[in-house]
């Protein structure tokens, strides 16, 4: 079952900073998630779509580069959802 | 002339003599302000003959035309010399509140030449400018220093070193307003040359603002996008900048152990969110910044601003260290002392690898918290191994033999991004002109944030025309001056246009990024001048040879000579990276060309 880590506020709206989580899909990974919690829904997903600048990657690599909500997960894999972060 | 005060202030402390000129209109158009009115400066002020550390060296203070006129962050400025510790073209900028009211002194500029026979403090009120005795102040370190000069946020604000300027210790910081710091490449140890221990301002003179309807409206606008931007209204006041920590980490590209890992096991302990968590207290501002990055951190010993991300990484992933309060009580004392946090982080780390290998004999080891408050202090003092410490990381490796172990370009430590894991971003580090820095550019922003979108991190081809866009659009910024945050929720079309309501004359977005890249040039021109050739356009040998071990960034090395080649055609530069004359005359640049040559 793949682990889902969460960071930034997500973590806080969460209140759990890894979880593991069901589905073949990073987007049925995080509906699985957030099926009962719409307000970390509300801070992940717009629309079904990512939010801007929320940034989701399996094992390091960014979905986005991959097929997005529909880039397939693997039983070993985690997923980390980051919020809109800034900085450096 | 509105904006610029259009005046500059000259004072030579071996002579004592005080002198007020006139800030040149046409210097003012094509380089504006701050970063860019001091390379243009330097210029002219300090040639290749002339040692860092000398009397003949100068430090060139300035600020924008957008400073303390109220515009959002318009409390930054800037010191321009030549870097003791690269021997390139400086330049550091700082936030906090001295700027503001530097500016509000009725000056644009202060150079400050020579040397003082006695410590001095050099003070800018309304009846005049006066140079004082510091020899009571000399030895003592930054916060009793500010305090003792009668700090006050809005109405009388102190720059001064520590003991690590007076050391001249190359990695020393100017700070200002007690914990801001003009931290990189060791201006510092100018001041400290010069016996200059502070500077102080009071100011009472306000910026004119040619179209006054046109600039409340940029005002307007700007705070509608801070607000609405997620980036300058929540991730940055919540978590400041130390949220950067997981997710570089995340990616397989936070530096560890002197560069010898990419992924830090103990990340967790001292990310943004434990920091929150934990050790925070409060946010604090700049003077006119909506968005309030800073952070009060709290732990048994010490209450202090910080840490910043790059801070944190340095004493931490960077020396094996997962002690949060340690890394916050090194900040403190870092910024007590008056030194650069990236720089003595990183050059800790190179002196606990030489020990690994068996070339140093000393007591750092990587993961030892508890040496990280002695050898700051060893090296703010130069006490025994400290004052090796305190050449920085090049001359330190170079001395004991392995000088590939510094993990720098020019001379000045490299932030918190390996190379291996952002192609983009070891570009960046290698074209910039002062030496390894992530404020040249956001390839953070592209490579791992998505902003504006996101470019594959591992890609080669191509990813010099983003370097040099990011090199232009910083440069430009450094130039006004004010925060590169904001540009996270404001396009740089709005500085442009606030440019043009303040001063009267009309710069569009390409004339403010074209002020940013002839800049750029002029810094160039310059270390050219100096002596460097294309062959310091490099990165640390273990970044180029070296395959990452594992983690998402597995098997790779960072492949900068082909993003070099195309970086330099993409500049109009020559293969030797000497800027061609049909560039130069595009920039207004070409009476320098032959001096630098």
Redesign the interface.
Known sequence: MPSRKL???L?QIAGV?KVETQGATVRQAIETLCANDTALRDAILMDDHL???V?V?I????I??AQGLVTLVGAEDQI?V??????? | MDGWAGKILDIDLSSGSVKTYPLDEKVARLFVGGRGLGARMLWDEVGPEVEPLSPDNVLIFTTGPLTATGYQTSNRFSVTTKSPLTGTVLDANSGGFWGMQFKKTGYDALIVRGRAEKPVYIEIKPTGVTINDAQPLWGKRVREVTQALGQNDHRRNVLCIGPAGENLGRMAAIMNDGQRSLARGGPGAVMGSKNLKAIVVEGKQRPGIDDDERFKFMLYETRKLLRASPLTSQALPEFGTVVMMNIVNNIGALPTRNHQQTQFEGAEAISGETLTEKYLVKNASCWACPIGCTRISKTDKVEAEGPEFETTWAFGAQCGIDDLAAIIEANALCNDFGLDTISVGSTIACAMELVEKGKLDADLHFGRADLLAPTIEAIAYRRELGSDLAEGSLRLATKYGLPELSMSVKGLEMPAYDPRGMQGQGLLYATSNRGACHMRGNMLGLEVLGLPKLIDRFQVQGKSSYVILHQNSSAAIDSLVICKFTNMGVADEYFARTLTAVTGIPYSTGDLIKVGERVWNIERLYNLREGFTRADDTLPPRLLNEPVADGPSKGWVSKLEPMLKEYYRARGWDEQWVPKPKKLAELELVNLMEAAR
């Open positions: 960071f930034g506020n973590r900073s939010r801007p600048y940034r990657m094992d390091g690599h960014d986005e580069l980390a980051f919020p809109p972060m800034a900085g450096g």
